[in-house]
């Protein structure tokens, strides 16, 4: 009885020092560094089509990566999550069960309530993510919808221009028309809207419906072709903010035609920036060997990258910027608008 | 005061897409006496339906809608033969039949996802020449002009079935008492199996749900008329608790 309680016990501390070794990662013995990145992005629900570009983005990020340096072994981990709460159980799963220090993510909502979540564990978060005189703010009910419009808001105020119409919209509803309706009370000249894929392209549509012809701009995360094949005929003159096309690329020329036979699809802006975050995190972390203090400074370090969304800058607040131009929808293509 | 016109047309237009999704839904809960929670996938799988044989085969437009009205017709139909007629034979409680609801309405969810992934799809390249209209003052496109149209059609042909008809007495007598109609010779069975695939199409009390169906949309088109529309939300299920406290019979007495 008592050497089978041994045996017990001893089966005990084989499997615990066993997992305690699969969840450290790090080195191997083989002298591969492992190297856990989690990913907490919307894989169902309205923007399930942005989820899916990401991890495409990601996936093929690992592929190059491992295929240049033989030494790193890349495991992504994915959760799905948009909603706080769902982030929220999704961050949880990632850090206590999967051992990860690097999550990225996609929605603004989720992000951030949860770095109350990711900072105290040291776990680093990273989001993916005209001339006119009366201007009216669609937007949706997130702290990027809401941050969009205090700053461009702000700015349009500054330069002498008046607001007319400022509609907040829950996240889940696909029916604006009263919304619009109110925003073409105002008479604005421009319309700035602050959505994503179908639902943007429904809020084109709706507001073409109505019969209100003035300029529609979006911003850099509205290159996307959900928007124009829901939005139809209505997407024609839509403006969008984009990163600059003569840089595009040129962090590795052989992305997008790998992108391309991989997924049949070209890479939009959520794959191309979801690809630069892994490759910064990665090169962040086999630097400073997993110690999530000095990635957090290493990657506040990042000046001028030319990575394939463009040339990224990230300050020491951990913001992220790139040059931009403008874009408009004509033919049914977003194409380069003015200079 | 502009304005106006164009709010009746947007609550008539979202009213519209309610009543249809509430006749069905009040047909089940009226005969099978639960909360078929799994019904909004059933719309949904007509949706997809149509966007399968018209959009990606390229059949007409009235023959996917057809097929589509006949799937999920059938799903609903199956769904109750298999799950819900069983689970209704050993006298489940109303909580079992709609946690097996939930279950119908996750899996047919995933089973969709699994087929057309989760990204948006649309039928709107069907649909080419959408003309707008406008009616004192009020702006609307023929498909929200026909989604009217289809729930004027509906509610007219559901009302001189429940009315006219044997089925409808039949209908009307199990939503009364399912017992004493089976004691009175109505194959309970049967006509429950026929509301499931006609509410994939209640008489609860069908006029009641229209009314609410409209009194909902024109709470929420015309409540965030003066206030931000973020709480559209909050007007809804505020009027829904309303009712429940003060008027939990419903708009009308059966």
């Known amino acids: 009885m008592k050497k089978t309680l041994w045996i017990i016990i001893a089966l005990f501390v084989v499997v615990f020092v066993w997992l305690s070794a699969e969840r450290e990662g790090g080195s191997s013995a083989t002298g591969t560094m492992q190297i856990k990145i989690g990913a907490a992005i919307p894989l169902t629900g309205n923007y399930a089509s942005i989820g899916e570009n990401i991890k495409r983005g990601l996936d093929t990020a690992k592929r190059d990566i491992e295929a240049k340096d033989r030494s790193l072994s890349i495991e ?12 929220t159980s999704a961050l949880q799963k990632l850090i206590a069960v999967n051992n990860v220090k690097v999550i990225n993510q996609f929605c603004a909502i989720g992000l951030v309530p949860s770095l109350e979540i990711t900072e105290p564990k040291g776990v680093i978060s990273v989001g993916i993510a005209a001339k006119a005189k009366k201007a009216a703010f669609i937007y949706y009910n997130t702290q990027f919808g809401k941050d969009y419009r205090k700053y461009i808001g702000e700015r349009f105020t500054e330069l002498g221009g008046q607001i007319v119409g400022d509609e907040m919209t829950p996240l889940d509803v696909l029916d ?31 507001t073409r419906d109505l019969g209100i012809q003035v300029p529609l701009i ?21 403006i969008i903010s984009s990163a600059d096309p003569s840089i595009l690329g040129k962090g590795d020329p052989n992305f997008k035609q790998e992108f391309e036979e991989q997924y049949n699809v070209q890479p939009d802006v959520f794959a191309s920036n979801a690809y630069d975050a892994l490759q910064l995190e990665v090169a962040a972390y086999a630097s400073c060997k997993g110690d999530t203090a000095c990635m957090k400074t290493e990657l506040h370090k990042v000046s001028d990258y030319r990575g394939v969304s463009g040339t990224i800058t990230i300050d020491e607040n951990g913001i992220a910027s790139k040059p931009t131009i403008f874009k408009i929808v004509k033919d049914g293509k977003f194409v380069q608008y003015g200079n | 005061m502009d304005i106006v016109p164009q709010l009746i047309t947007n609550s008539l237009i979202a009213g519209s897409i309610y009543a249809i999704l509430t006749l069905g839904f009040n047909l089940t809960y009226g005969t099978a006496k639960f909360i078929d929670m799994g019904y909004g996938v059933l719309a949904v799988i007509g949706g997809y339906s149509v966007f399968y044989f018209s959009k990606l085969l390229g059949l007409p ?76 003052g009020g702006t609307f496109t023929a498909v929200q002009l026909s989604i009217f149209g289809i729930g004027v059609v509906l509610f007219t042909v559901l009302a001189f079935l429940l009315k006219y008809t044997l089925f409808g007495k039949a209908v009307t007598a199990i939503s009364d008492d399912e017992e004493v109609s089976k004691i009175v010779g109505i194959n309970t069975d049967r006509i429950v199996g026929c509301i499931f695939f006609i509410s994939g199409g209640g008489i ?42 003060w008027r939990p019979q419903g708009i009308f007495k059966r």
């Open chain 1, 176 to 206: 604006f028309r009263t919304n619009l309706t109110k925003i073409k009370e105002g008479k604005p000249d421009v319309i700035f809207v602050t959505q994503l894929t179908g639902a943007l392209g429904t809020v084109i549509k709706q």
């Open chain 2, 61 to 136: 437009l009235w023959l996917g809608a057809l097929l589509g009205i006949t799937i999920s017709g059938l799903v609903s139909y199956l769904a109750y033969t298999f799950i819900y007629k069983p689970l209704r034979a050993r006298k489940s409680s109303g909580a079992v039949l709609l946690i097996a609801s939930l279950g119908v309405l996750t899996a047919l969810q995933a089973v969709i996802a699994i087929l057309f992934t989760s990204q948006f799809q649309t039928l709107s390249s069907l649909l080419s020449g959408n003309r707008i209209f406008e009616l004192f």
């Open chain 1, 76 to 87: 992504l981990l994915y959760e799905d999550g948009c909603q706080p709460k769902d982030v």
């Open chain 2, 204 to 245: 609860g009390n069908i006029y009641g749900g229209i009314a609410g169906a409209f009194l909902l949309a024109f709470a929420e088109n015309f409540g965030i008329w003066k206030i931000a529309g973020e709480w559209k939300g909050a007007i809804t299920f505020g009027l829904l608790i309303m009712f429940l406290l």
């Open chain 1, 218 to 238: 979006g911003n850099y995360q509205n290159e996307d072709p959900v928007v124009l094949s829901v939005a139809g005929a209505a997407a024609e003159g839509f």
